[in-house]
C-alpha cells in the first residue's frame, strides 16, 4: 500500500520505519502468493502494474478500517504511539512548529514524528500525512479544516527602492 502511494519502495520504508530492503522482501513475498506482478520498477519512480492497482483499490479501505479499529483499541488503553507526518511552510515550521513536535514527543516518547518543511501545497492523502499547515485559505471539501491562527506580515522598504 505504502510503496503504491509514496511511488518509491525507499519512500515507503521511511514511512514504516524499516530497511528499503525489508520493504523489497515484502513487496517480492505478496508477488509470489498472489502470482502476479504487482509494480513496475524504475529507477525514479514505482508504479502499480493494472493486478498492482486492483489489488491497492480492493485493499485500501479493509486495511484502513482495520487501523481504524486498532486505533480505537490504543485510544481506548489510553496509548499514544505510532508515526505522525507532519508537513508546514519552512518559516512557520522552523519558527513554531518544531518546538511543538519536539515537546510533543518528549511527552510521548512512543511517537516517531516526520516534520517536512516546505512551501509547496502537499496532497495529505496520496503523500501520507496526517496534518499540513499552510498560509491562506485551502481547497478540499474533504478534508476537516481549523484556522489555528492568523499571521501578520509588514514589508519595509527605503523611499529609494522603486
Same mark, same amino acid.
Given at each position: 500500500m505504502r510503496t503504491v502511494e509514496r511511488g518509491s519502495i525507499t519512500a !515507503?520504508? $521511511?514511512? +514504516? !520505519?524499516?530497511?528499503?530492503? !525489508?520493504?523489497?522482501?515484502? +513487496? $517480492?513475498?505478496l508477488e509470489r502468493h498472489v502470482g502476479a506482478r504487482l509494480v513496475e520498477r524504475s529507477s525514479r519512480v514505482v508504479r502499480p502494474t493494472p493486478q498492482g492497482q486492483a489489488l491497492y483499490d480492493a485493499s485500501r479501505e479493509p486495511l484502513a478500517a482495520i487501523e481504524a479499529a486498532l486505533e480505537g483499541v490504543r485510544h481506548d488503553m489510553g496509548a499514544v504511539e505510532g508515526n505522525l507526518r507532519i508537513h508546514a511552510p519552512s518559516c512557520l515550521g522552523a519558527k513554531h512548529v518544531h518546538g511543538i513536535v519536539t515537546a510533543f514527543q518528549r511527552r510521548y516518547p512512543a511517537v516517531t514524528a516526520d516534520l517536512i518543511l516546505d512551501n509547496r501545497d502537499v496532497d495529505l492523502v496520496y503523500e501520507n500525512f496526517d496534518l499540513a499547515m499552510k498560509y491562506g485559505r485551502p481547497e478540499g471539501k474533504e478534508l476537516i479544516i481549523r484556522r489555528l491562527g492568523w499571521i501578520r506580515r509588514i514589508l519595509v522598504a527605503a523611499p529609494s527602492f522603486h
Open positions: !515507503a520504508a $521511511r514511512d +514504516l !520505519a524499516i530497511s528499503q530492503p !525489508a520493504v523489497t522482501k515484502h +513487496l $517480492r513475498n
